[in-house]
């Protein structure tokens, strides 16, 4: 079925990749998942449901691209087509996160079977002894009755982000954990702001903050655009080195029914390379690795060529060549702090403490670590159990 598959989407088989799995709520489905980085990314084929054969496509979140454009001595300039159909235009704050995206499952009567949680690349969400998403997700949304409800009465795809410091990414946040909705997929496409907003409201679900909304003109939204830019990079700045409190915006174009999305981020984060004097930076290297695990990467066997990899999807060979030692570094820290996590949460774990009492868990931890450690210790504790 697989050469099915790519003649209906156009992508290739090797952008494909298989699962055999079965949901949480006990039913076995198969197919592939997309890997294309593209507006296919993430795309569900199923070819099996409950031991049927089919062959049926649910869109996830598509790849977002930035609106740039070579001018002809090679200068990106920021290019926003507004068709004359866009009835509003809004950036949208980013927030730095893990999208779990709730898909409906059906049966060939197009009733809902399951309403399913999953990551972008993966098709359910599964614990790994790098993170448990069931577990967070369950904290940040413990009733799913609302969602569940909207996926289904309204046909849709929901996309959140799942952030705050109990999902460590790149931006510093206070917030511990919560689950923001940021986009709806309706029919492949995203739905506009006014059907996203509606679906918000109907349900009583927490709508990603729109921190600009702006006459949908070409030139003005480029101007917009660039503002924004300059105020996250020096926000960013201000904060400290290898400290971020921004990660960007998402520029919304919307029609009545659809909307189009633009990535807007601060030049030292942007997951691209136009100018000699830009290149792949900490962050950027930091940014595929929390990417890479929460799509199930495995820190245990990988290796830094992996990482190459993927930033081959938005950088060219020899920026990759030029940053090698760099990405090495950054790939050993960031693995080395995994393990570091895992072996913590075992100790605490096998302890059998409360982790609310802290001061004695912190003494029998005592045991297992150098003094010097310790504040590491007490401060990943709070981190991964959430105590604050």
């Known amino acids: 079925m697989l050469d099915q598959i790519t003649a209906i989407t156009n992508v290739s088989a090797k952008n494909w990749q298989p699962f055999d799995l079965v949901t949480p709520g006990g039913i076995p489905f198969a197919g592939y998942v997309c890997r294309h980085e593209s507006d296919k990314l993430g795309l569900l084929a199923i070819t099996e449901l409950a031991g049927e054969e089919r062959l049926e496509f649910i869109y996830a979140m598509p790849k977002i ?114 689950l923001t909705l940021h986009t709806a997929i309706r029919h492949r496409k995203p739905v506009s702001y006014r059907r996203l907003a509606d679906i918000s409201r109907r349900y009583e679900l927490d709508l990603v903050p729109t921190i600009e909304v702006a006459k949908p003109d070409p030139d003005g939204l480029a101007r917009a655009y660039r503002r924004w830019q300059a105020r996250m990079e020096e926000e960013n700045r201000a904060a400290g080195e290898d400290v971020f409190v921004q990660e960007g915006a998402v520029l919304m174009l919307s029609t009545a029914e659809t909307a189009t999305y633009y990535k807007c981020k601060p030049p030292s984060i942007e997951e691209i390379h136009w100018t000699a004097d830009q290149h792949i930076s900490k962050a950027i290297v930091e940014q595929t690795l929390y990417k890479m695990l929460e799509n199930g990467y495995d820190f245990d066997t990988g290796s830094v060529e992996d990482v190459y990899d993927e930033l081959l999807a938005d950088f060219e060979p020899r920026d990759i060549e030029m940053e090698e030692e760099l990405i090495k570094r950054v790939f050993l820290d960031f693995t080395l702090e995994l393990q570091k996590q895992a072996w913590l949460r075992h100790l605490v774990e096998a302890s059998g403490l409360d982790v609310h009492d802290l001061p004695n868990l912190m003494r029998h931890l005592s045991q297992h670590y150098p003094k010097s450690e310790m504040s590491w210790v007490y401060a990943t504790v709070k981190t991964l159990y959430g105590l604050g």
């Open 65 to 178: 691209h930035y609106p740039y454009q070579l001018d002809r001595k090679g200068r990106p300039q920021v290019v926003i087509s507004v068709p004359q159909n866009i009835v509003d235009a809004r950036f949208n704050l980013k927030l730095d996160g893990t999208a779990i995206i709730f898909y409906a499952l059906k049966d060939t009567q197009g009733n809902v079977l399951e309403i399913v949680p999953r990551t972008r690349l993966r098709p359910i969400l599964q614990p790994s002894r790098w993170g448990d998403w069931n577990a967070l997700l369950s904290e940040a949304l413990p009733d799913r009755s609302a969602v569940e409800q909207a996926v289904t009465a309204q046909n849709v795809t929901l996309v959140f982000e799942l952030w705050g410091y109990r999902n460590p990414h790149l931006v510093t946040y206070d917030t511990p954990l919560a």
